[in-house]
């Protein structure tokens, strides 16, 4: 018996087969291409996901040698907050405007200044970020009228999928809690959004739960993937909240820590739960009458990425041995402090304009230290997200890690003496296609909740204690870093400027 999850990812579709026991029985993902038209633009072609998602299904039918007839149903997860428009006869209208598309900044400052920040949060929980699909709406009114007004649904990316599957029309909570138009603590279409945009609320979808079956595979799905007719689809998640449940995140108290290019701290919570300010999104868990607190640094991963890149231009380094080269240098690099600002910042600072960049360098510091500083800034970030969230008075038990920071034993080291706190990994490394298909497994019947599916399926592979020595080292260090984002705001905005009129 097989479970098949779908995740929509920003590079390509990840397709696996999910076994009872946890057990990987097909692992496939087929790429696509994002466009960028325009500078801060980013957008994919709705049709480019189907086109791989079907390929990819019949691939890891062929390679797992499994019957169609052993998919008990499908669950899909993706990239949030991209704005799918789709015409009365189901066809999109135009390509998705993704996750990171900034276009739309000016229409959310306009919106948050008209219906006010307080109204905002108290109706959705979270500030109107310029990623939010709220404001693509907006953007595509002022400036794509024709496409505007052909306008009869709204979807988010993997509701597509779901509906090219099923026919059917549909979202789920933990996707529609990043639109701004979801009562996230409700859980159920904020009226008072909807007209405060002025959008017919038909165009939005039916709201179910994560679990929920929307629908079964049709006909034209059956030929065009391989699956049997009438498989059960249920309404899958974003792939934030579907990639903690692949990591075990199923009760209160759990927290997971993904280094992805993004860094993401993401806790559970047992009720419905904000930052008075809206420093942290909070929206509603891909686990049912759960949510969550999520912290969202813009350059976890991809600020080692880049340092990784940067430094094989002069020959090739692999990431085993950057990660040896700062194992050669003490915690707390000797003083010298890296901001992973790289891409601006989204958490705890909304702040497009931030730069990065090592501060502190003299002439004792070496690679070796300038490599551990990049991974200390990033795990700084984590530590501030996660301590926004401890701030709030919720009790963190336990610190699931996953993404590439989890493969290197120096990095959940380096976690576990910053955080303070026990660091375990799982078996399901499949992300958020592996959370996917745990949904599918409840909505189909085969686990009774996310809890049973989670107790069937992941089994933790290791778990790494704090040294508390090291953390009390990381804590001045930290202080540090902490420090230097509210001294340098100022100059990041000349510097920006700066190199602005230098473009020009």
Known sequence: MSLLGIDIGTTGAKVILLEEDGSISANVTEEYET?????????????????????????????????NSNIKGVGVSGQMVGLVLLEDTGNPLRPCIMWNDQRSLKEAEELTSRIGLETILAETSNPLFASFVAPKLAWVRRHEPEVFGKIR?????????????????????????????????????????????????EWLPRCVESDDIIGEVTSEAA??????????????????????????????????????????VFAQADRHIRH?????????HSVRDQWYLMGVMLAAGGSFQWLKDTLSAHGELSFEQLTSRAQEASPGSDGLVFLPYLSGERMPYDDPLARGGWIGLTQRHTLSHMIRAVMEGITFGLYDLLQII??????????????????????????????????????ATQGAAFGAAMLAGIGAGVFKDAAEAADATIVVTGATEPDQQAHLVYETAFDLYRSL??????????????????ET
């Open 485 to 502: 984002y509210p001294q340098l705001k100022g100059t990041f905005r000349e510097m920006a400027e700066f190199s602005s009129a230098a």
């Open 276 to 284: 008075p300010e809206g420093l942290l999104h909070a929206f509603c």
């Open 35 to 67: 466009s960028t038209p325009n500078p801060l633009w980013s957008e994919q072609k709705p049709d480019d996901w189907w086109n791989a998602t079907r390929v990819g299904i019949k691939k890891a039918l062929a390679v797992s040698g499994s019957s």
């Open 153 to 201: 649904h709204v979807l988010l990316p993997k509701d597509y999928v779901n509906y090219m599957l099923s026919g059917n029309i549909a979202t789920e909570v933990s996707d529609a809690s990043g639109t701004c138009l979801l009562n996230v603590e409700r859980r159920a279409w904020s009226e008072r959004m909807v007209s405060a945009l002025d959008i017919p609320e």
């Open 223 to 264: 030929a065009a993937t391989g699956l049997s007719l009438g498989t059960p689809v249920v309404g899958g998640a974003g792939d934030q909240p579907a990639q903690a449940l692949g990591c075990g995140i199923v009760k209160p108290g759990l927290c997971s820590v993904t280094v992805g290019t993004s860094g993401v």
């Open 390 to 427: 401890r701030g709030l008075g919720m009790e963190i038990q336990g610190i699931h890690a996953s993404g590439g920071a989890s493969e290197s034993a120096l990095w959940r080291q380096m976690l576990a003496d910053t955080f303070d706190a026990e660091i375990v990994t799982t078996n």
